[in-house]
C-alpha cells in the first residue's frame, strides 16, 4: 500500500508547476504580450498574464499562485504603464483564488472551468477598473463593453493554455501497443 501512495505522490509532483517554468513563461508572455498590443484592438487583447497567474494557480497551492500574480502582475503594470501595483494586487488575489476554487470546481467538465475563468477574468477587469476609478484615472464610456469582451477573450485563452499544459505534463497513453 505504501508503494501506491509513492506513486501518487511523484504524479503529483510532476503536474506542479515549477520555478524555472515560471521565469520562462514570464519571458514568454512578456514579449508576446508587447506584440498583440500592436496587432489586436483594445476590446480583443486577452491578458496573458492573467492565464498564467491562474494556471500557476489552479495547479499549485496558494502561495505560488499569489506570488506569481504578484510578478506578472507587476510585470504587466510596468508594460502598460500603470501605477505599480495594481494588478499586482488584483493577480494576487485571483492567483490566490485559483488554488482553492480546483478544489471546488469539476474541472474535468467542458464548460464548468471555461465559465469559471471568464468569471475570474472578468472580475480582474472589475477590481482593475475600480482601484483606477479610486486613484482617480479617468475611465472611458465603454469600459464594460470592454470588460466583458476581453474577459471572453481571456477566458478562452485561459482554456487552450490549460488543455496545452494539461498535454505537456501528461501526454496521452497509447494503449494500442499493449495489444500486439
Known amino acids: ?21 515560471i521565469g520562462f513563461l514570464l519571458i514568454i508572455v512578456s514579449v508576446v504580450d ?11 487583447q486577452p491578458d496573458l498574464f492573467l ?4 494556471c500557476v494557480g489552479w495547479n499549485s497551492f496558494g502561495m505560488k499562485g499569489g506570488f506569481t500574480g504578484t510578478i506578472f502582475g507587476i510585470v504587466r ?5 500603470l501605477p505599480l501595483g495594481l494588478n499586482g494586487l488584483s493577480k494576487t488575489l485571483l492567483g490566490f ?3 482553492y476554487l480546483n ?5 474535468e467538465s467542458r464548460f464548468v472551468r471555461p465559465a469559471v475563468l471568464v468569471l475570474l477574468a472578468f472580475s480582474d477587469k472589475m477590481v482593475l477598473t475600480g482601484m483606477m476609478a479610486l486613484i482617480g484615472h479617468s475611465l472611458p464610456g465603454s469600459i464594460w463593453v470592454y470588460s466583458v469582451s ?12 490549460f488543455r496545452f499544459y494539461d498535454r505537456i505534463k501528461v501526454p496521452p497513453k497509447n494503449f494500442r501497443r499493449l495489444s500486439s
Open 97 to 99: 483564488l485559483a488554488s
Open 150 to 161: 476581453e474577459a471572453l477573450v481571456t477566458g478562452a485563452v485561459s482554456e487552450m493554455f
Open 103 to 107: 478544489r471546488w470546481v469539476a474541472s
Open 1 to 21: 500500500m505504501e508503494k501506491g501512495r509513492v506513486i501518487e505522490t511523484k504524479n503529483q509532483e510532476n503536474l506542479k508547476i515549477q520555478p524555472i517554468e
Open 34 to 44: 508587447l506584440v498583440l498590443q500592436h496587432i489586436l484592438p483594445i476590446g480583443l
Open 77 to 81: 503594470d510596468n508594460i502598460l504603464g
Open 51 to 54: 492565464a498564467v497567474v491562474l
